[in-house]
């Protein structure tokens, strides 16, 4: 009931909200409700992840690693900014508060899929992460906001009639992206890895994987929206991200479940891969840039 009330009062703040932006700022009412809601949920996240981090930084005397937490959300934010200001569709860039409302948007969809790593992998960025202090989580949620962050900035590549072209071009890649996750997951267990046995070696492997996976996806998200049966097909540019997923479950199960306790051969060769799975995101993304068509 109480969850019924809150979203009542969120939704009721978003229609007033949405009557303002129509009124002041000449936005279209679905315009001022993505602005509202997105506002919402990006003050919602933020304040979360400043106050964990703080207090559990302060309480175990970890200054370094609160410097980290702090940073670590302007990676997304920077990224944003410097994408809607130079290439984003031709109504968007120079224009203040739609910049401002694709920014909040693209926080919101931070937190969309932060939450969503929970619901497809069960890993939690707050009792991982920002509560557990666990170093191989700490390692992957970078991973994760890097890629997450990437595919929605690449959503943003291009022109389009509006912010609904946004969330299916960048929906259709982050959904990807989870899926793949589940799947990588579900065939090697290395969540458990990350969470429950502390393996820095996983969480490095797996944070690269997310990279590596958000460029191709960010890539084949982006471009000029022409109709959405064409933003389906020219997401399908993409495919390259299914052998690195691939690549990840054969090398987890194949050559690191073989390796068993030896740790300084664990190491080395995490770096190599995950060195692997980076080159091979940024190789891919150089070879679909002349021929990614758009949404």
């Not at 009124?23 to 949920?41: D, N, R």
């Not at 072209?165 to 992206?177: E, N, S, Y």
């Amino acid at each position: 009931m109480a969850i019924v009330k809150k979203v009542g009062y969120v939704l009721l703040f978003c229609i007033f909200f949405a009557r303002f932006a129509w009124e002041i700022l000449y936005f279209s009412i679905g315009e001022g409700v993505v602005l509202g809601l997105s506002g919402y949920l990006s003050v919602v996240f933020i304040v979360g992840w400043y106050r964990k981090a703080h207090r559990v930084t302060v309480f175990f005397e970890q200054a370094q690693l609160r410097l980290y937490f702090y940073l670590l959300p302007c990676i997304p934010v920077f990224l944003y900014f410097i994408t809607l200001n130079t290439v984003a569709s031709w109504d968007v860039i120079g224009e203040f508060f739609y910049v401002l409302m694709y920014l909040l948007l693209g926080i919101a969809w931070l937190w969309a899929s932060l939450n969503g790593m929970l619901l497809f992998w069960s890993f939690s960025y707050e009792d991982d992460v920002l509560m557990g202090r666990n170093k191989a989580a700490i390692v992957a949620v970078t991973g994760a906001i890097i890629g997450s962050s990437l595919i929605y900035a690449g959503a943003n590549i291009g022109d389009g009639p509006g912010w609904w072209t946004v969330v299916i071009a960048g929906g259709l890649g982050t959904l990807t992206w989870l899926l793949l996750g589940a799947l990588i997951d579900k065939l090697t267990a290395v969540i458990e890895s990350i969470t429950m046995e502390h393996d820095v070696n996983s969480g490095l492997r797996f944070g690269a994987y997310l990279v590596g996976s958000g460029l191709i996806l960010a890539v084949a998200s982006s471009g000029d929206w022409t109709s959405l049966l064409a933003t389906v097909g020219e997401f399908f540019v993409g495919w390259p991200v299914i052998p690195l997923a691939l690549l990840m479950i054969v090398l987890e199960r194949r050559l690191f479940g073989a390796i068993g306790d030896e740790p300084e051969k664990q190491k080395q060769l995490s770096v190599i891969v995950a060195v692997c799975y980076l080159l091979y995101g940024i190789l891919v993304c150089l070879l679909m840039l002349p021929t990614s068509g758009g949404r």
